[in-house]
């Protein structure tokens, strides 16, 4: 192990990025950088290089192999937007040499591949995070601080629901969400999950069922437009998962339906409840009712990043004193993603699955633009 290069950066001086995988999601992350203090983007590197170039010419920072970037002594964070299956090499390659390392989702592909990362990344001193940053966004915080002001009550169950055609539909490329690693639970589910653990606490065990509709999916738009695809994965998932606090939340996750009026996320608590916006959003109305209201209120933000976008994780990641978590930890990414694995396990096992991993609610933010 390579010893880590100076972390001034967790001090005051601006952090800089170096960004592997300049895919579709890169425009959001850049858009946010350059709205944001605190962060530069100094290096991009891709397996297109003419793409890296492109990148570059209008970032203003330098194209780089993955292997040059990786060791440049210029970078001081590594942004990986890689595609699932490369997050962990590219991601232990970043810690080995001197890295810090935030990630898209999922953290790894598996669930011991993030284990691994978190053990190197524990080893080197280094800060590690990862996406879904949409719970640091004024909706998820807002409707987190009316839960920690008591306002429902003891909060005993939520519900949250995912339920939509596939992305067959209007993806051109889709064979990734029908494969191993893909379907609605792994591509949708960090988004609904780290916001339930955000408003409720660490998942301690999970109940699982799912099934799959049909062995095959018909592509919908674009030049394979007809094309049949297999389908390796479930495509209609439910958990019912157990909170540390005691509360119950159940999913449902799903490419089987063609649409669905049921809310994103609901929190109930013994003496109000609580609706709660997209998670895969930022922001977005949260709506109160209190035991004896007869009617819905909307809560005004009081709590959240406003105006955040992709990328605020990791600002918030570099903000972050030595020593602490950021608030889109690699360790809460981590144990979502073991809740994932686990309500698939237990669908197949017919069994209830404990959870092995521990997390607390990152701390709350505070009302604050980005």
Same mark, same amino acid.
């Given at each position: #192990?390579?010893?880590?290069?100076?972390? &001034?950066?967790?001090? @005051?001086?601006?952090?800089?990025?170096?960004?592997?995988?300049?895919?579709?999601?890169?425009?959001?992350?850049?858009?946010?950088?350059?709205?944001?203090?605190?962060?530069?983007?100094?290096?991009?590197?891709?397996?297109?290089?003419?793409?890296?170039? $492109?990148?570059?010419?209008?970032?203003? %920072?330098?194209?780089?192999?993955?292997?040059?970037?990786?060791? !440049?002594?210029?970078? $001081?964070?590594?942004?990986?937007?890689?595609?699932?299956?490369?997050?962990? &090499?590219?991601?232990? %390659?970043?810690?080995?040499?001197?890295?810090?390392?935030? @990630?898209?989702?999922?953290?790894?592909?598996?669930?011991?591949?993030?284990?691994?990362?978190?053990?190197?990344?524990?080893?080197?001193?280094?800060?590690?995070?990862?996406?879904?940053?949409?719970?640091?966004?004024?909706?998820?915080?807002?409707?987190?601080?009316?839960?920690?002001?008591?306002?429902?009550?003891?909060?005993?169950?939520?519900?949250?629901?995912?339920?939509?055609?596939?992305? +067959?539909?209007?993806?051109?490329?889709? !064979?990734?969400?029908?494969? *191993?690693?893909? @379907?609605?639970? #792994? $591509? #949708?589910? =960090?988004?609904?999950?780290?916001?339930?653990?955000?408003?409720?606490?660490?998942?301690?065990?999970?109940?699982?069922?799912?099934?799959?509709?049909?062995? &095959?999916?018909?592509?919908?738009?674009?030049?394979?437009?007809?094309?049949?695809?297999?389908?390796?994965?479930?495509?209609?998932?439910?958990?019912?998962?157990?909170?540390?606090?005691?509360?119950?939340?159940?999913?449902? #996750?799903?490419?089987?339906?063609?649409?669905?009026?049921?809310?994103?996320?609901?929190?109930?608590?013994?003496?109000?409840?609580?609706?709660?916006? $997209?998670?895969?959003?930022?922001?977005? *109305?949260?709506?109160?009712?209190?035991?004896?209201?007869?009617?819905?209120?909307?809560?005004? *933000?009081?709590?959240?990043?406003? +105006?955040?976008?992709?990328?605020?994780?990791?600002?918030?990641?570099?903000?972050?004193?030595?020593?602490?978590?950021?608030?889109?930890?690699?360790?809460?990414?981590?144990?979502?993603? +073991?809740?994932? +694995?686990?309500?698939?396990?237990?669908?197949?096992?017919?069994?209830?699955? *404990?959870?092995?991993?521990?997390?607390?609610?990152?701390? =709350?933010?505070?009302?604050?633009?980005?």
């Amino acid at each position: #192990m390579r010893p880590a290069v100076d972390q &001034e950066w967790r001090s @005051g001086r601006a952090a800089r990025i170096g960004i592997v995988g300049l895919g579709t999601i890169l425009g959001q992350y850049l858009d946010t950088f350059e709205r944001a203090q605190g962060a530069q983007v100094v290096a991009v590197a891709d397996l297109d290089q003419a793409r890296a170039a $492109d990148v570059a010419t209008r970032t203003g %920072a330098r194209a780089l192999t993955v292997p040059e970037l990786v060791d !440049d002594g210029e970078v $001081d964070v590594v942004l990986n937007l890689t595609v699932p299956a490369a997050h962990a &090499e590219v991601a232990q %390659a970043a810690l080995a040499a001197g890295k810090a390392v935030y @990630g898209e989702k999922p953290l790894a592909a598996t669930g011991e591949q993030a284990r691994a990362l978190l053990q190197a990344a524990a080893a080197a001193g280094l800060p590690t995070g990862g996406a879904p940053d949409t719970v640091l966004g004024t909706g998820v915080q807002t409707a987190r601080a009316v839960i920690d002001e008591g306002t429902i009550g003891v909060p005993v169950a939520a519900n949250a629901t995912f339920a939509a055609p596939g992305h +067959e539909r209007w993806h051109p490329n889709p !064979d990734f969400y029908y494969l *191993p690693g893909g @379907g609605p639970l #792994m $591509d #949708m589910g =960090p988004y609904y999950l780290t916001a339930l653990v955000t408003l409720l606490g660490g998942v301690t065990s999970v109940i699982g069922a799912a099934s799959t509709s049909a062995p &095959e999916r018909v592509i919908g738009s674009g030049p394979r437009a007809g094309e049949r695809i297999g389908v390796q994965v479930a495509t209609h998932v439910t958990g019912v998962l157990t909170h540390t606090g005691g509360a119950l939340s159940t999913i449902v #996750m799903s490419f089987d339906s063609v649409a669905t009026q049921a809310p994103q996320i609901e929190v109930h608590g013994t003496a109000g409840s609580l609706s709660v916006p $997209d998670p895969n959003r930022f922001d977005g *109305p949260v709506r109160l009712r209190t035991a004896g209201a007869d009617q819905w209120q909307e809560v005004a *933000p009081s709590a959240g990043y406003l +105006e955040a976008g992709r990328g605020v994780g990791l600002l918030d990641l570099v903000r972050t004193p030595a020593g602490q978590d950021g608030r889109a930890s690699g360790a809460l990414a981590a144990h979502v993603l +073991e809740v994932m +694995e686990a309500v698939l396990g237990s669908a197949e096992q017919g069994r209830e699955v *404990p959870i092995s991993t521990r997390t607390s609610r990152p701390a =709350p933010v505070p009302l604050t633009r980005i």
